[in-house]
């Protein structure tokens, strides 16, 4: 025993003694912990700073730098797609809107580029049809006057009701299948959140770089960072014709279904 309690003395002391820092050992240290710090500030930035902004309330409310593009009032900030001088028509009742499909499309009165949108919609209660013609709507995520009319993210009633994967909910129209179904039932109310990345062009219309979009479906990812074609044509390809900033479109779709209600829509420009 007292052998055991020598070794361990004498190994405490031995430790004590490899460890104990002379005031050379913490010079050098100091020095070191010096050009370490001016190393690590070599690589850190401290402005320009971020914009400091007001977070929503609760999900999906928005927050303070936010463009709102419906807020359950009116729609002054739309207008009619075929005639841009006329409003839109849709109706507006009990903070919502509703497609009015005897009048087509709506578009937004403002242009835009590079975006992050949350749009809310809901499927009636007492839907009825099936596969596209079952609550079809579509969010065009940048609108053009020519070919497919844009870049379509596609709404539809998938609660229990299949279509072509490329063209059901959650999709980018004919061109990428989303990463999964989350739809809820009808006459329940659902969100996109979406990023867009609109295309870029050279001054002669050469493509520089393709559209893309990542969307969270009722808070799933569905798209993650999905780069697109072209347009979301219903024939033929995707193709690009050089474009800007463009407006946001809602589609008045033509089937027989009973037409579907938006609100709580809002945009931040990127």
């Given at each position: ?5 020598l070794f361990t003395a004498i190994i405490a002391v ?128 940048a609108a053009l006057p020519w070919g497919a009319g ?53 001054d002669h219309g050469i493509l520089k770089s393709l ?60």
């Amino acid at each position: 025993m007292k052998k055991n309690l020598l070794f361990t003395a004498i190994i405490a002391v031995s430790f004590f003694t490899v460890t104990a820092q002379t005031p050379d050992s913490l010079q050098r240290e100091h020095v070191q912990d010096s050009l370490n710090d001016s190393k690590a500030h070599a690589t850190e930035y401290y402005s320009p700073e971020p914009p400091i902004i007001t977070p929503g309330a609760s999900y999906g409310m928005p927050p303070s730098d936010a463009i709102i593009l419906f807020d359950g009032k009116n729609l002054d900030e739309w207008a009619d797609d075929r005639d841009t001088t006329q409003p839109a028509k849709w109706i507006v009742a009990d903070g919502n809107f509703t497609v009015n499909k005897k009048t087509g499309d709506i578009r937004t009165k403002r242009r835009f580029t590079d975006y992050q949108l949350h749009i809310e919609y809901r499927i009636p209660a007492d839907i009825t049809g099936s596969g596209q013609a079952r609550g079809n709507s579509g969010i065009f995520l940048a609108a053009l006057p020519w070919g497919a009319g844009g870049y379509e993210l596609q709404v539809l009633d998938n609660y229990n009701n299949k279509t072509y994967v490329n063209g059901q909910v959650g999709s980018f129209y004919k061109q990428a299948v989303p990463l999964a179904n989350a739809c809820r039932k009808p006459g329940e109310w659902q969100a996109y959140d979406v990023i867009w990345t609109a295309p870029r062009f050279n001054d002669h219309g050469i493509l520089k770089s393709l559209a893309s979009g990542t969307v969270f479906h009722n808070g799933v990812l569905v798209q993650n960072n999905t780069y697109l074609l072209g347009d979301t044509p219903y024939i033929g390809q995707p193709q690009y014709k050089k474009h800007g900033a463009a407006p946001i479109k809602l589609q008045s779709h033509g089937d027989k279904s009973e037409p579907i209600s938006y609100r709580n829509i809002w945009v931040r420009e990127l």
